[in-house]
């Protein structure tokens, strides 16, 4: 049979327990423990002579705050939460764009409609995503916009979209394509301007001549287009292998002056970088009014 | 005669972490290690450097959630708490190591770090670490700047021009009320600029912001002297650029000063290395591993057993990238003064919480520049932005870029798959706020109206707070990150319901503002759209 502790040892009249035991221990190591150390950081943390409760007796937290108790603050807390959590919005359609970086922005939208039972989705119209170059950053829209097509399909409605162009405006329009091409408009987004590419700064830093082409000018755009559509294509996301353009001149008057030059160069940059495209003139609605209207018609990329 | 200006720039920020609905909470942690290992360590180097007379400037910004949290009653007795339970783990390591000398030596520091840490706290500033930081300024040393309301990521918050007038005015007036000063310069959260902000910060007071260097080096004119001297924008506040090469050395993770192989190891603490049965009333729920900020090794190198921290040997090797960091300097401004129109100015900002928490002898490496940078013979002297404007007037005029200083260096790391959904609802919420109070002009509230009107405000400044999608992003503590922007949006529907409703129950209203006591003296009548969207 073992001995326990209490059959050799006498018992004080005081009794401890395990944890109390435990705390003198630790409250006198704490005071009256000698403080020297051969440690370098001796002059850097000085003894402290600090008033030290132990810790049990130290700052006790009132049991009730302004009134309430913890788990009354929860209690309200969670039921705030459970009640309240945010949701998508189902008003009025909007769509709106944030910019990312000088080629991405981010665009999230709502149709304003009770959301489509998936047995419906394939019999709606896909919905797509006009994005228009806005180089002049004029609230109008003029002829000169450039604009390019993605599917408005993330089941989130929420993309983040490839830009070909940096330092310069876009705005978006949410809608369905008709076989014309036109938009019928769902809603406008607000505009937003991308930052310089770095590389394409130092670029015209050490070109001078190249930056005092005005960035509205067509050939300035031709210019960048090089170089970002085989960018454009290594990312891969919206432009995959294999896409063909139809350029759609919205005022056929355009390409017979000043323009000429202008799609000359951008077909035949399409071509040289194996893309098949194709240039259709039409003479679609001018949209000059301050907002983008239904069937918005520009040059499609 | 000094060649060129060096201005230190320390960004102390943590979001609101205050959670008094529970007992305990484990975020509110993440305060109590700043203030243990990083901004009392500071203190006490602000302290020595002053009795020592060694003539210096260092800027400082203080984010208005911390400024709210270090004078928050029920947080400073906490961490109190807190400071007396590391003791006591301190105490029971010195115990558990006695057998182990080399242990034992590190545990009895870390005994007299945290006790050194509760004098300078209870007894030589009486719980107010602001007041500390505030005499410093008062003796001319520090330069105190501040930041957005809740660290609101400004350019992903302007779609709506309220929201980002209000995070730059209240943090201003937050500062303010707690430091009796105003700021000159601001810290834009992540260093996150778009061209137009500097319209709010000229009408909030501000003379100065800071932005990555890729943002003055693409502004609308190219820079005369690169990132070496600020721009003004139009209306002639001052853009200043993080210097990439002071900053490589400091941040990088393979080049940059704090990995190197002598200073102490961040990831092995006790927390994770002890039993649980020892180590458990040290950690979260008394069985989840965390740091306890006690750690016993030292970086020791790449597929190395780790080995013993020697504080002795870190110290030295703190004072040799002090000095190798100062001659950095110099070589920089010797190259930089002769192709120059005016003295070249090296910025070099950096998050305050890497000194002593990240990087535990960061505070010590500091105190090392800041003293070799006095000796007059370095031709360098330390400024603030403020100093430098004063004393190098007619900066150049352009407009910087848009810009951040997070990965890839624009708003990528705010806005992408992990945390894209959040902008809806903000946006949402703004516009609803903005609206609402749009239509009260001319109307008269009772207090209770005002009250959760106001409140409505706190809820929104802090689900706009960067560190939520930021948190999301790195992958962390996500669930927590998911669960504060959600119960924030919640609160502010739940307010918005009932004042639409008219019908506000004053206890519910109660309860949110105790959770959520962050600025009490907001207006929410500021919160009306001034411009048409």
Redesign the interface.
Known sequence: MLMTLEDVEPRSPIELTRDEMLTI??EI??KF?P?K?????AD??????????S?AA??A?PPQ????S?L???T??QD??R????K??NGAPEL?L?????H?L?A?W?TGAAPIAPDQKNVQPPLTLRIYWRPDAAEEITRSNIWFDIPADSP?N?K?VRLPIDDTSYSAALGKVNPDHSLDVLALS?RV????A?DR?RLA?EHPAQQTAAAKEPAFAVHQLQGILAATQQEGAYFPEGWSIKLHPSDPASLARESEKFYGELMSIFQNNRIDAELVPEAAALVEQNTLSRHASGLGL | MEKGFLSIVLHAHLPFVRHPEHPSFFEENWLFEAMTECYIPLIGMLDRLEADQIDYRLTLSLSPPLISMLRDELLQSRYLKHLHRLIELAEKEIVRTRKAPEFNKLARLYRRFYRHALAVYQNQYHGDLLGAFNKHQALGKLELITTAATHGFLPLLSVSEAAVRNQINIGVDTFRTHLGIAPRGFWLPECAYYPGLETYLKDAGIAYFFVDGHSLLNASQPPVNGVYAPLACDNGVAAFARDPESSEQVWSSQQGYPGDFDYREYYRDIGFDLDLDYIGPYILDGHIRANTGIKYYRVTGENQPKQLYNPKAARAKAELHARDFIQKRQQQIDALAGQMDRPPHVVAPYDAELFGHWWFEGPYWLEQVLRIASEKSNGIRTVSCGDYLAQVPSPQVATPSASTWGAQGYSSYWINETNDWIYPFLHQAARQLEDFVSELKGVSLNALQERAFNQAVRSLLLAQSSDWPFIMKSGTTTEYANKRITDHLARFNYLYDSLRKGNIDERYLTALEIMDNIFPDIDFRHYRALKPS
Not at chain 1, 44 to 53: D, G, K, R
């Open positions: 221990s630790a190591s704490l423990s403080d150390t051969s440690l370098a950081a850097y943390w000085p003894p402290a002579n600090v008033n030290i409760p810790p130290a700052l937290e705050i302004g009134g309430f913890h009354e603050l929860q309200i807390g705030i939460s009640r309240f959590a945010p998508a919005a709106l944030l910019p990312v970086d000088p991405h981010y999230y709502n989130t929420r983040k607000n301007h991308v930052p310089t770095p700064k830093l």
